[in-house]
């Protein structure tokens, strides 16, 4: 015995919906919910640095406005493996407009601490010694 289904036009039409509307709530509940600092003013971003344990000069040595590349080329995916070992991931910010705060430290003042904020969110940071060009994860302080 064969089974046969027919479906009309408004048939499938609601089938699609209610694919379409499960695949939503499933990336809902699989995607990971980043919870992000709020980097909108200056007071934030000091905030953030000061539990982190860094002391900065108040002053931003730097203030600029970039636009991360569009794909994860080399020089790209090789900082994401630095701020990654400091708990951010720039993968989803591919192409998005970010500025780039950067403060010397008080203690190391050839060293500078940068902090990428993207609709004024902290997304990313890194510590850069500016003698030895080395960049290294931000990471909290003991």
Known sequence: ???????TK????????????ALIIIGQFSSV?????DGATHKNR??????????????AVAVRDTRLP???SDNFVKYNEIVQKGG????????????VYS???SENPQS?????VADGKIIAGDITDTLRGVCSPLVKGK
Not at 12 to 21: G, K, S, Y
Not at 33 to 37: E, K, L, P, V
């Open 70 to 72: 569009q794909s994860m």
């Open 112 to 116: 500078v601490v940068s902090l990428l």
């Open 46 to 59: 000091m905030e953030f640095l000061a539990a982190y344990k860094f002391s900065v000069n108040e002053n």
């Open 33 to 37: 919910n980043r919870s992000y600092s």
């Open 103 to 105: 403060y010397a430290l």
């Open 1 to 7: 015995m064969k089974l046969y289904l027919i479906f």
């Open 10 to 21: 408004k048939g499938l039409a609601v089938i699609l919906a209610l694919t379409i509307l």
């Open 88 to 99: 951010f991931d720039l993968s989803d910010f591919c192409g998005k407009n970010v500025t």
